[in-house]
Every structure is written in structure tokens, then in C-alpha cells.
């Protein structure tokens, strides 16, 4: 097509020849990747027979000896709840009380919508090791169109 459009100018002859080599590179870079791709697939493919192969019987070469240290799930689970049990250190004891408090809401103070719900006893152990500290959260919550929150303060 060029040969036919006769004589160009200097300029768009160094720009097509320029143009052909940017696209035989790009030719290149894709056949590259093209044989990269296919290469991956290639891996791919053989790690997943290695792995299905490995799952299923294993080869003469590969057998792994009768006292392999692989456990099986009843004793992991066994395991799992050891160290729950360990770990739960909460006390169960009768705790002697010293002091009870009560903690009057005024009902003036409430929405309107606001119902009352059982009483919940607390016990709070203070001046133990365990209290050092408190624990606060709170929470949002739209009531009639209005934000409202709630704040939770405890003695874990």
C-alpha cells in the first residue's frame, strides 16, 4: 500500500518505519507471554495432579511410613479442648457480699417508648487482681428518627 501511495515525506517514512518496530516488539512481547502462559499452565496443572496424586494412594517411592506423626481429628479436637480447659480460669465460688447498691433510674429520664425489663443481679468483685481494670463499650441506635447510645461500663 505504501509502494502505491508513491513518494512520502522523510518525516512519515521514519514515523512508519518506527510505527513497524514498535509493533514487531509488541509482537514479540505477546509470544513470549503466550509461551509464559502456557508454561504456568503447564506448572499448574502438574501441581494439581501432585496434590490429587498425594491425597489419594501414594506411589511405592512416596509412601509415607506407618508411624507418621499425622494426627487425626479426634485427637486434635481432644487437643483443642484441653487447652480450652486450661485457659478457662473463671471461679465458680460463692463470692461473699459486702456491700449491695442500688441503682435507681428516674422514669422522668426515659423515652416514652422505653420498656422495663427483668432486673439482672451483678456481682462485682473489687480490689482483686482482676479488676484492675474496667471494660467500657457503647452502641448507637436510631429511636424515633434520633441517634441514641448506650453505654456499657463493667468489671470484667
Not at 5 to 30: S, Y
Request: proline content about 6%; hydrophobic content about 30%.
Amino acid at each position: 500500500m505504501l509502494a502505491r501511495a508513491g513518494a512520502l515525506p522523510v518525516e512519515a517514512e521514519e514515523a512508519v518505519e518506527k510505527l513497524l518496530n514498535v509493533v514487531e516488539t509488541l509482537c514479540a512481547d505477546k509470544n513470549e507471554l503466550t509461551e509464559e502462559v502456557q508454561r504456568l499452565r503447564k506448572q499448574l496443572e502438574q501441581k494439581k495432579k501432585d496434590k490429587t496424586h498425594a491425597a489419594g494412594k501414594p506411589d511405592d517411592d512416596q509412601a509415607t511410613p506407618r508411624h507418621s506423626n499425622h494426627s487425626s481429628e479426634k485427637q486434635r479436637r481432644q487437643r483443642n479442648q484441653k487447652r480450652r480447659a486450661a485457659r478457662d480460669r473463671r471461679s465458680f465460688k460463692d463470692v461473699p457480699i459486702h456491700e449491695e447498691v442500688e441503682c435507681p433510674v428516674d422514669p422522668a429520664t426515659l423515652p416514652p417508648d422505653a420498656v422495663r425489663v427483668a432486673d439482672e443481679t451483678v456481682i462485682v468483685q473489687s480490689g482483686l487482681a482482676s479488676t484492675a481494670y474496667q471494660q467500657t463499650d457503647d452502641t448507637s441506635a436510631r429511636v424515633k428518627g434520633q441517634f441514641w447510645h448506650t453505654h456499657i461500663l463493667c468489671n470484667p
